[in-house]
């Protein structure tokens, strides 16, 4: 049911374009670690269907952080944060 209300309601097209926007997300000079994610999270909710893993869109948001970013969450989360699991992470 809730497959094919998506279908019928949210355009094919609008999905494609959101999961090219995840997948290509990257963090702007401006934009503080926080920020960031906010932006990747809105980004995920207003798709309930695009179908990426869990694990990609770890790889997703770690792969788009600035570099000052990308350290600290490094350090922070203990090691390379793709390595981890998603509960780890």
Known sequence: MKRKFL?????????????KDINGIY????????????CFD????SCPHH??????????????SL???YSMIEATSGGALIEKTLEEA
């Open 67 to 69: 570099l000052m970013d």
């Open 7 to 19: 279908e019928k309601f949210f355009l094919a097209s609008r999905a494609i374009t959101i999961q």
């Open 51 to 64: 179908q990426n893993f869990d694990q990609l869109l770890l790889q997703y948001f770690y792969k788009g």
């Open 27 to 38: 963090q702007n000079n401006s934009e503080t670690l926080y920020e960031y994610w906010e």
């Open 42 to 45: 809105q980004l995920c909710t």
